[in-house]
């Protein structure tokens, strides 16, 4: 008998100019706290298209950080206080649409960012998420990481008030982005797809946005590839990552996550190149467990085999690929936490912090 969930309380627009089409439908309150990192907001034409139909009153927190901490977030929120504010609308990338996830329960709840991962009490602001990257699908998952220094991590807390209302995916706001950036997202976004089709809380309806995002992804390979990004392939990016954001906000993300986090907390591996670092490994593990979903990855892809998933990876990443200085004590010390956390129990079979040190010096060795 199966027996799932599916919840999905985010309306999702997705096409050309849909922000502009909100126009009088955008602002989900009287005063809006506007929340970007330094340049993509702009950069992007995102925040232009916002402020050329917002009739409201808002003001701009454009100081989010890459991989935002607790305290970061704590500053957006005592401007969302200090301003009265009473929603957020948030451009960005992963790490501005976390951080305003943050600030939206911060600017309502008396906590210190590090309590929000014992829960809260009020819910957070409503926040309409507007992505400038394809690969977070942040816009549309109950997610939020933030970059916890007392734990030397990154580490995602979550809530269903976290949801965004409303997301609106405009591909033309990714087409600024350099192939490295597309590629290093595009990654993540395969990561959250794969991971959710293969996590041992997977269900017939997760398995629904994970099958589409991955057939999807595929046809974007050959733009990937030659950095030849037409339109069409943004927008296929774009629709795999959102797709993706609808998959793991039903099933989380497994251990490929959890073996990332310490290659961008201690090493700068941006987060989507450090899941990349992972993927066959991931596949030739999941290969033991259930290799007729494996399968159905590598077919919706294109690739004939797991060799050849392997090559792909490397060859999308290797611009901008660098050696990681670390030692055996460390790679341990990461598998060690690695295996404790949830991401490591969302996986099938459990891996053990022998497999996954294993997994870590295969790879980054
Ligand atoms: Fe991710």
Same mark, same amino acid.
Not at 56 to 77: H, K, M, Q, S
Not at 188 to 194: P, Q, R
């Given at each position: 008998m199966r027996e799932f969930t599916f919840f999905l309380p985010t309306k999702i627009v997705f096409g050309r100019d849909v922000v502009r089409k909100a126009g009088e439908g955008l602002p989900l309150g009287k005063k809006a706290l506007i929340v970007t990192g330094r340049s993509s907001a702009r950069k992007s034409g995102a925040l232009d298209d916002v402020l050329s139909?917002?009739?409201?009153?808002?003001?701009?927190?454009?100081?989010?950080?890459?991989?935002?901490?607790?305290?970061?977030?704590?500053?957006?929120?005592?401007?969302?206080?200090?301003?009265?504010?009473d929603y957020i609308i948030a451009i960005g990338g992963g790490s501005p649409l976390d951080a305003a996830k943050a600030m939206a329960v911060l600017a309502v709840n008396d906590k210190r960012p590090i309590e929000l991962y014992q829960g809260w009490e009020h819910r957070a602001l409503p926040i309409a998420a507007i992505p400038t990257t394809a690969g977070t699908g942040s816009e549309v998952t109950p997610y939020a990481v933030l970059t916890i220094h007392e734990e030397e991590t990154k580490k995602g807390l979550g809530g269903p008030d976290l949801f965004p209302a409303v997301a609106y995916l405009d591909p033309k706001y990714t087409a600024s982005l350099s192939r490295e950036?597309?590629?290093? #997202?595009?990654?993540?976004? /395969?990561?959250? *797809?794969?991971?959710?089709?293969?996590?041992?809380? =997977? #269900?017939?309806?997760?398995? /629904?946005?994970? *099958?589409?995002?991955?057939?999807?992804?595929?046809? =974007?390979?050959?733009?990937?590839?030659t950095g030849e990004l037409t339109m069409e392939a943004r927008e296929d990016l774009l629709l795999a990552s959102m797709l993706g954001g609808v998959t793991i906000a039903q099933t989380g993300t497994t251990f490929v996550h959890a073996l990332g986090y310490p290659l961008t907390y201690f090493h700068g591996y941006p987060h989507g190149r450090a899941n990349g670092v992972f993927m066959a490994s991931y596949l030739e593990y999941n290969h033991g467990y259930a290799p007729e979903r494996v399968d159905t990855v590598l077919e919706l892809l294109g690739l004939p085999s797991l060799e050849a998933f392997r090559e792909l990876m490397d060859e999308l990443l290797a611009e901008g690929a660098y050696q990681i200085e670390v030692s055996e004590e460390q790679i341990r010390a990461y598998a060690e936490k690695a295996a404790k956390t949830r991401n490591a129990a969302y996986s099938r079979g459990t891996p053990s912090a022998d497999e996954l040190t294993k997994i870590l010096k295969d790879n980054i060795l």
């Open positions: 139909v917002l009739k409201g009153e808002y003001v701009i927190f454009d100081r989010v950080e890459n991989n935002p901490t607790g305290e970061n977030c704590l500053e957006g929120a005592e401007l969302a206080k200090k301003e009265n504010c950036v597309t590629v290093d #997202t595009a990654v993540d976004a /395969l990561s959250h *797809l794969v991971e959710g089709y293969l996590s041992n809380r =997977a #269900t017939s309806a997760s398995d /629904l946005t994970a *099958l589409q995002g991955i057939a999807v992804w595929g046809t =974007a390979i050959e733009a990937l590839r």
